[in-house]
């Protein structure tokens, strides 16, 4: 069983299943814990919400991060001077990415958050721009730029100073770990699997949902060029334990080992 959920999503994933057989979502989840042997996650964050909602499940944990292609993704390296002028950037600006698909876990609301908090500290030459979806920004000040969701986001990532993940839930963040790939240095928080990552340099975690410190830690990398090369750097030598030609040979371990029981 492989588990891509955290906290409000999790505690529904029985629900509708349960619901077509009649039966309360604590027997279904029973039912499973009886017939699966393992339970694939992509962090430890998610395993620790498996373990809290579905004690059954707990002691069938395993952890593999979800795969990028990292030399796919790195192919995208290289600026495409045409996009600032598509998205009326100076090219001189420095830029905040975000990218996700319109859910409430993805947090854009907190990504417009983070862009006023910032702006109003009198930073006139950051731009934020989202990639998958957009939201009504009122301020008409607002240096928010979006982008519908395209075949190639990663072009977009790549102009990037700064990638700011600001779910509410994560259980990795696919996107972050290409935008690391990428060269960007992440900023997240410290409820999700991206975290798990991040940590001992190779990003910034700030408190769950204190868009303040995360504007603050955002603002604070954009001032120093240094610490987000440090970061990035890290990050790159980080980003090869999540490449797509090691996550073949770790679920074949464990298929492995179930199938030895």
């Known amino acids: 069983l492989h588990v ?9 994933l029985a629900a509708l299943p349960a619901a077509r057989l009649g039966i309360s979502q604590d027997d279904f989840m029973d ?5 699966v042997q393992a339970v694939v996650v992509p962090s430890l964050a998610t ?5 809290i909602l579905y004690p059954p499940l707990g002691d069938k944990l395993w952890v593999i991060p979800e795969p990028i292609d990292v030399d796919a993704v790195r192919s995208f390296a290289k600026r495409d001077p045409a996009l600032y002028k598509e998205l009326k ?4 600006a420095l830029i905040v990415m975000g990218c996700g698909r319109p859910a409430w876990r993805k947090g854009i609301d907190l990504f417009v958050q983070v862009e006023a908090e910032i702006r109003r500290a009198g930073r006139s030459d950051v731009y934020f721009v989202w990639v998958g979806d957009t939201v009504e920004v009122r301020d008409r000040r607002a240096k928010v730029r979006f982008v519908p969701t395209v075949p190639d986001p990663h072009r977009y990532l790549a102009l990037g100073d700064v990638f700011l993940l600001p779910s509410r839930e994560e259980p990795l963040g696919i996107v972050a770990l290409e935008a690391a790939a990428l060269g960007l240095p ?5 409820s999700g699997g991206i975290a798990e990552f991040v940590h001992g340099g190779a990003g910034i975690a700030v408190p769950h949902l204190d868009v303040t410190a995360m504007a603050e830690a955002v603002a604070g990398l954009l001032t120093d060029p240094g610490a987000r090369k440090a970061l990035a750097e890290e990050a790159g030598r980080r980003i090869a334990g999540y490449d797509i030609g090691r996550f073949g040979p770790q679920m074949l371990s464990i298929l492995q080992r179930v199938a030895a029981r």
């Open 31 to 35: 039912a499973v814990a009886e017939r």
């Open 47 to 51: 395993g620790k919400d498996v373990k």
């Open 4 to 12: 891509h959920e955290m906290g409000t999503s999790l505690r529904g």
């Open 186 to 190: 992440v900023v997240c928080f410290d």
């Open 89 to 92: 950037i100076p090219e001189q």
